[in-house]
């Protein structure tokens, strides 16, 4: 016969278990304010406030944190947004191993818990005059929580300001290069798509005469020809492009260049045009994320005291520390005092109590509470 649940025994039970766990803990655990790993004596903790000048805040753009992922059925969600945590992160860092970053990949594992809203949707396309529909799952991410993601996984961020190359490119089919203007968008279809996985747009030329004389620029990957053409458009960032058959296949020369200086030169040949016409976006991109990405500020990593309230039960402590070691900017979480009514823990972070607390706002399971004396942060178990 089972009895009746009881606080007080639970709590009893509690304060036991963490006391044995706390009498393992290393020396540094028993200073909440300590931090990580060996340090002289009178080394003050790091925090938010004693942290060096950073540079301004990058600009964000919301558009970046949403995207959409193409699956056979709506039943592999879980799969599907871990895709689409690695297509964000790549976009917003430029840097196109960045799904594997191990941050990034722990994030991954609970990608859900980075999720603003997701849908699933119907589209029809059209292959060899057949239509076929394809099911699409759109996720919008929390720009604060996978900022600190990538802030924990060392990544850079590569701000929302980005050129926007007018596209100079000459195709030929066999019967002589000629440019792709603003009238002809399906030609360089595959190429705007890649360019929007990778945060980059391309603007086309309108194709007036002078434009069309210019062919034989954008044939010899002329940039520097091309610059008075560029600069009419108020820009000063161009990509150059020929694209053209190669045996049984074809193949395509590219240049990218801003404010005169060339900024990537790269070659790309396959059978299929379309993988060929999307190839001028990947070297560049690379090469610009290179060059403009930055650090971003969420705080100093280390290790934090925090106290957590709201726990009646080892079951709660045991959903409290799953969802901490659950949570990608948390290295490693060691308790150190338990009493009726407060949790005691030193959390190792890869991001500032600033960073940290963003990323719980966005979850259900603690909720910011008012920070006891000492600048101890301080939280409820919801």
């Known amino acids: 016969m089972s009895t009746p649940f009881s606080p007080r025994i639970a709590r009893l039970r509690l304060l036991a278990v963490l006391l044995a766990a706390c009498a393992g803990l290393p020396a540094w655990a028993a200073n909440p304010a300590g931090p990580a790993g060996p340090a002289a004596p009178g080394t003050p903790a790091p925090t938010d406030a004693t942290k060096p000048a950073a540079r301004p805040k990058p600009v964000r753009n919301p558009a970046f944190y949403t995207t959409d992922v193409t699956v056979q059925s709506e039943n592999e969600k879980r799969g599907a947004l871990i895709r689409a945590l690695g297509q964000v992160v790549v976009r917003l860092t430029g840097n196109p191993q960045a799904a594997q970053n191990p941050v990034v990949r722990r994030a991954a594992g609970n990608a859900e818990t980075l999720v603003l809203r997701s849908a699933f949707r119907q589209e029809q ?21 996978v900022d600190n993601v990538i802030g924990a996984s060392g990544l850079k961020f590569w701000t929302n300001a980005r050129p926007k190359p007018i596209l100079w490119l000459a195709i030929d089919d066999g019967r002589g290069p000629r440019l792709v203007t603003g009238q002809q968008p399906n030609v360089v279809k595959p190429l705007a798509a890649r360019g929007l996985e990778r945060g980059m747009r391309f603007l086309l030329p309108a194709g007036n005469a002078a434009e069309m004389a210019a062919v034989p620029a954008i044939w010899r990957l002329d940039s520097s020809a091309l610059q008075p053409l560029t600069a009419r458009y108020s820009n000063d960032a161009e990509l150059v492009g020929k694209v053209y058959r190669m045996g049984s ?67 709660d402590y045991l959903r409290l520390m799953s969802y901490l070691q659950g949570l990608p900017v948390v290295r490693r979480v060691a308790p150190v005092e338990a009493t009726p009514d407060m949790l005691r823990l030193n959390l190792d972070l890869g991001v500032g109590i600033k960073g940290f607390r963003s990323m719980v706002a966005g979850g259900s399971t603690l909720r910011a509470a008012a920070d006891s004396g000492g600048g101890t942060a301080r939280f409820e178990l919801q």
């Open 249 to 315: 296949g074809w193949a395509a020369d590219w240049v990218l260049a801003q404010a005169g200086a060339e900024v990537a030169r790269w070659s790309f040949a396959d059978a299929d045009p379309r993988r060929v016409i999307a190839s001028g976006v990947d070297e560049g991109a690379n090469a610009i994320a290179k060059r403009d990405s930055v650090g971003l500020d969420t705080g100093v990593a280390g290790m934090y005291a925090v106290e957590i309230g709201g726990i009646g039960s080892q079951g």
């Open 125 to 145: 396309d059209t292959v060899n005059g057949v239509p076929v529909y394809k099911t699409i799952l759109g996720v919008a991410f929390d720009p604060e929580a």
